[in-house]
């Protein structure tokens, strides 16, 4: 009798929150929450979001991780824990998932919170552990990029690949996995691949200290390789534009892509382009071509052909909505997420695979994205007015 007793009443819970939630599709009372990082650390997924509070004003709240989020992880995981203290709140996309994401969720998980749907993009946390607290992991397949980087460094003939990182990010598991497969590739086509320790704009002087080594470093790069063509990369977002306006005018410096692949990722501001990020990717990429051809700079830049980090945000928020209207009715489903990205990049033109690690251990919800590296060329339109 004590057994069906309990039996009843965990069935009368679950009716209830189920009544719950479905009370709250059909009120329109329900709500995703969104956090990214402020537009100094992660323009893209901060515009993503946004967008979509401003689409959707009643079911979209936002908020931002610190700039300094390693020294305040206690300030993003009580900004998570807020998200899920309003009963309202049925999913959370955080992009990027920096350091606390995993102590967050865990924590919503201890307060009850399992009718949360949590998705986490852009992980800086190790796979396994942020598999095991996500329900849905998404980030751009970091590994892959050391093939495709190498090879748009091969067809453009470079000679020496300078690569800027710091300790904290070559802590981390994926950034690792393109590092080894770059300097394994840079040493296979006979490119010489120099890794330089960049300050880590987490740290105390900041950004501003980081974008300044940069600006100074690439010169003295460029000296020492003298004559040479020199292909420049850095895994910070905040460095992209430093780095950008200090290949531009160099002659013999390339730039495969940004950490973040994107039309967006500080081109504008390096080339002072103004349009509405996410809005038209290809008038977005033929700008761009404009631009780098008053410089002398087409062929010696590259980036992919969509923002990568704004899909995340965006299909993370679709993903959720799914969700809880009940279109979608497993935590992770592979084709429904599938079906999405070729909803938004077009069918075949994004490769989504699950992770697996060195030690050969696949994450069923944890999905890596991969998409075909520009030509600029491809983009210079014609001016017909000549």
Same mark, same amino acid.
């Given at each position: 009798?004590?057994?069906?007793?309990?039996?009843?009443?965990?069935?009368?819970?679950?009716?209830?929150?189920?009544?719950?939630?479905?009370?709250?599709?059909?009120?329109?009372?329900?709500?995703?929450?969104?956090?990214?990082g402020?537009?100094?650390?992660?323009?893209?997924?901060?515009?993503?979001?946004e967008?979509?509070?401003?689409?959707?004003?009643?079911?979209?709240?936002?908020?931002?991780?610190?700039?300094?989020?390693?020294?305040?992880?206690?300030?993003?995981i009580?900004?998570?824990?807020?998200?899920?203290?309003?009963?309202?709140?049925?999913?959370?996309?955080?992009?990027?998932?920096?350091?606390?994401?995993?102590?967050?969720?865990?924590?919503?998980?201890?307060?009850?919170?399992?009718?949360?749907?949590?998705?986490a993009?852009v992980?800086?946390?190790?796979?396994?552990?942020?598999?095991?607290?996500?329900?849905?992991?998404?980030?751009?397949?970091?590994?892959?990029?050391?093939?495709?980087?190498?090879?748009?460094?091969?067809?453009?003939?470079?000679?020496?690949?300078?690569?800027?990182?710091?300790?904290?990010?070559?802590?981390?598991?994926?950034?690792?996995?393109?590092?080894n497969?770059?300097?394994?590739?840079? +040493? &296979? /086509?006979?490119?010489? %691949?120099e890794? =330089?320790?960049?300050?880590?704009?987490?740290?105390?002087?900041?950004? #501003?200290?980081?974008?300044?080594?940069?600006?100074?470093?690439?010169?003295?790069?460029?000296?020492?390789?003298?004559?040479?063509?020199?292909?420049?990369?850095?895994?910070?977002?905040?460095?992209?534009?430093?780095?950008?306006?200090?290949?531009?005018?160099?002659?013999?410096?390339?730039?495969?892509?940004?950490?973040?692949?994107?039309?967006?990722?500080?081109?504008?501001?390096?080339?002072?382009?103004?349009f509405?990020?996410?809005?038209?990717?290809?008038?977005?990429?033929?700008?761009?071509?404009?631009?780098?051809?008053?410089?002398?700079?087409?062929?010696?830049?590259?980036?992919?052909?969509?923002?990568?980090?704004?899909?995340?945000?965006?299909?993370?928020?679709?993903y959720?909505?799914?969700?809880?209207?009940?279109?979608?009715?497993?935590?992770?489903?592979? +084709? &429904? /997420?599938?079906?999405? %990205?070729?909803? =938004?990049?077009?069918?075949?033109v994004?490769?989504?695979?699950?992770? #697996?690690?060195?030690?050969?251990?696949?994450?069923?919800n944890?999905?890596?994205?991969?998409?075909?590296?520009?030509?600029?060329?491809?983009?210079?339109?014609?001016d017909?007015?000549?």
């Open positions: 009798m004590k057994k069906l007793l309990c039996m009843l009443l965990a069935l009368t819970v679950a009716l209830v929150a189920f009544a719950g939630l479905a009370s709250a599709e059909e009120e329109g009372t329900w709500k995703i929450a969104i956090l990214t402020t537009t100094s650390q992660g323009e893209e997924e901060f515009r993503a979001a967008a979509l509070k401003e689409q959707y004003p009643d079911n979209v709240i936002t908020d931002t991780y610190p700039d300094q989020f390693m020294a305040e992880q206690e300030t993003t009580s900004k998570l824990v807020a998200f899920a203290s309003d009963p309202d709140v049925k999913a959370i996309v955080m992009c990027q998932a920096v350091p606390g994401a995993i102590a967050a969720f865990n924590r919503i998980r201890e307060m009850g919170r399992d009718d949360i749907l949590l998705i993009g992980p800086q946390e190790d796979p396994a552990d942020i598999s095991a607290a996500a329900d849905v992991v998404m980030y751009a397949d970091e590994i892959k990029q050391g093939d495709s980087i190498m090879e748009t460094c091969a067809n453009w003939g470079i000679e020496v690949f300078v690569h800027y990182s710091f300790p904290r990010h070559m802590a981390m598991e994926l950034i690792v996995g393109r590092y497969l770059l300097q394994e590739n840079a +040493e &296979a /086509l006979g490119i010489q %691949f890794p =330089v320790t960049a300050p880590d704009p987490t740290a105390e002087a900041g950004a #501003t200290a980081s974008q300044q080594f940069i600006l100074e470093d690439v010169p003295q790069q460029l000296a020492k390789f003298e004559g040479k063509k020199v292909a420049f990369f850095t895994t910070n977002c905040g460095m992209q534009e430093a780095l950008q306006t200090a290949v531009l005018d160099e002659p013999n410096a390339y730039y495969p892509q940004p950490c973040c692949p994107s039309p967006y990722h500080a081109f504008p501001a390096t080339l002072g382009l103004e509405e990020i996410g809005a038209d990717d290809e008038a977005a990429l033929q700008a761009i071509a404009a631009a780098l051809a008053e410089h002398d700079a087409v062929g010696r830049f590259s980036t992919w052909p969509h923002p990568v980090n704004m899909a995340i945000v965006n299909i993370g928020f679709e959720a909505k799914a969700w809880i209207e009940g279109t979608v009715t497993e935590r992770n489903d592979s +084709e &429904a /997420l599938n079906a999405l %990205f070729n909803e =938004v990049y077009g069918e075949g994004a490769t989504i695979e699950n992770y #697996t690690n060195a030690d050969g251990e696949t994450f069923d944890y999905y890596t994205v991969m998409l075909t590296p520009v030509d600029f060329n491809d983009y210079l339109v014609e017909t007015a000549a």
